[in-house]
């Protein structure tokens, strides 16, 4: 860790209590956020960035994502979710070596960062994990700098031949990961059954214990699709959430992600129970998912997060992207222009993601303080040009190509759109070959 001050920026902080700095300085100390305002600094710190022309804001929060399946990216497009999981995604990963997964965690790594996020949340799964991929892969995510929570997901009844594994190894390996990073400052472990139509409802009890035992969250594939619901239904006689009400698995320390086909008695129980919701309108509308019930479920007071998903669904991680679509989706869907604003879906990227992993009292603002994840993204640009607010041009106008520099937990991690924590085009060179001879290997 390093200190820094940034001078001259424009500021969004996502403080509701003060949301824009204009000319404005922030100083890092250590891990935290050590003073932030109008003018110049009371007093300069280590190392000067020059912010004029620059906006500074939080670092994004990718609330859900799935690095493991980037080989996968473009393929099995033009396919609803369960004929692109079972036609492409899941026999590619059945030839995956131990490698891929080091690869796939470093290649998303370098994306998301480029894109501006500073935290992740990896909802990992594998045919592999007998040889210790959990592992390997967290390694990788740590290495690259980035934040992140490392969600380990699996069944216990068959998905797709391979992707299960005994409730016994669930327990055991899970355990065994999060003691790996209990430590860690960066990292953490969480858990979750990955598919609700193929997990027994003693595995969703096992991981409600494991995460009371462990403080560790839960992180839940919920409603999905139509087809989806359906498969819950044929496995367990009720709808999703009312299953995860049934088994106990709502509750503060869990990530409902899309909640697509959901009613008003399940939004109540969402809202009552505390959960929170991760919206993911990229993929949805590539997937043909469905619109999630987004302004019903803030109207109700369920916090709510954004992500991309994986880049092997969305085709990308840029969460500057997944902000346009998100407020440009219900827009057009409910007809009213007014129904989520740039402001609302900029703090589900920021705050509601941070408040969602656990981290709200300490992430996704930039506030003294708080730690010193954030991102300078360059206003110098035609598409930039004239900026008259600022919100609205990092929403509708910016792209992930226009971040600069990026600070994860005080460190710089990227400066002038170069990742310093990992070799990039050496990682794009393996992955591209890696990827194409897994391709061939699967016969898709």
């Given amino acids: 860790m ?3 001050t940034i001078t001259g920026a424009t500021i969004l902080t996502s403080d509701p209590e003060r949301p824009l700095i204009e000319d404005g300085y922030l100083v890092v100390e250590g891990r935290e956020i050590a003073g932030l305002g109008e003018g110049g600094p009371p007093r300069t710190v280590g190392e000067s960035i020059d912010g004029r022309d620059k906006l500074v804001t939080p670092g994004f929060v990718n609330a859900h994502t799935h690095l493991c399946m980037i080989y996968g990216r473009t393929l099995g497009t033009e396919r609803s979710l369960v004929h692109w999981l079972t036609e492409t995604q899941l026999p590619l990963m059945c030839a995956f070596e131990p490698d891929d997964y080091a690869i796939s965690m470093e290649l ?20 592999h994990y007998q040889q210790e991929v959990d592992g390997i892969a967290a390694e990788a995510l740590d290495r690259s700098g980035i934040r992140s929570i490392f969600f380990r997901s699996s069944n216990d009844e068959t998905l797709y031949e391979g992707f299960s594994e ?12 999060v003691d790996r ?20 409802q003693e595995s969703f009890h096992d991981t409600v ?18 087809d989806y619901d359906g498969l819950v239904r044929g496995r367990h006689g009720m709808g999703n959430i009312e299953l995860l009400d049934r088994v106990g698995a709502l509750g503060e320390s869990v990530m409902l992600n899309h909640c697509v086909h959901i009613d008003d008695r399940d939004i109540g129980l969402i809202a009552d129970s505390g959960s929170h919701v991760i919206h993911n309108p990229t993929s949805n509308m590539i997937l043909a998912s469905g619109v999630a019930p987004v302004p019903d479920l803030a109207t109700a007071g369920v916090n709510l997060g954004l992500a991309c998903d994986g880049p092997a669904c969305n085709n990308s991680q840029d969460m500057i992207e997944v902000m346009k679509d998100a407020a440009l989706l219900h827009k057009v869907v409910t007809g009213r222009p007014e129904v989520l604003l740039a402001e609302d879906v900029f703090a589900m990227a920021t705050r509601g993601g941070a408040r969602a992993i656990g981290m709200g009292d300490r992430l996704g603002m930039l506030k003294e303080g708080f730690l010193a994840d954030l991102a300078l993204i360059d206003l110098d640009a035609p598409h930039l040009t004239p900026c008259h607010d600022p919100l609205a041009a990092l929403v509708y106008s910016a792209r992930g190509s226009d971040v600069r520099t990026v600070i994860v937990d005080g460190e710089v991690v990227m400066r002038d759109r170069e990742v310093l924590t990992l070799d990039e085009s050496r990682i794009r060179a393996r992955a591209a070959e890696r990827a194409r001879l897994a391709r061939v290997n699967a016969g898709v």
């Fill in 2 to 4: 390093s200190d820094l």
């Fill in 108 to 127: 998303g790594a370098i994306e998301n960062l480029k894109a501006g996020t500073t935290t992740l949340c990896e909802v990992f799964f594998s045919p």
């Fill in 166 to 177: 005994t409730r016994a190894e669930m327990i055991e390996r899970s355990t065994r990961l």
């Fill in 181 to 200: 990073w209990s430590l860690s400052a960066r990292t953490s472990v969480g858990v979750g059954p990955l598919a609700p139509w193929a997990s027994s």
């Fill in 209 to 226: 214990e494991l995460s009371a035992h462990h403080g560790i969250g839960i992180h839940l594939h919920t409603a999905e699709t139509s």
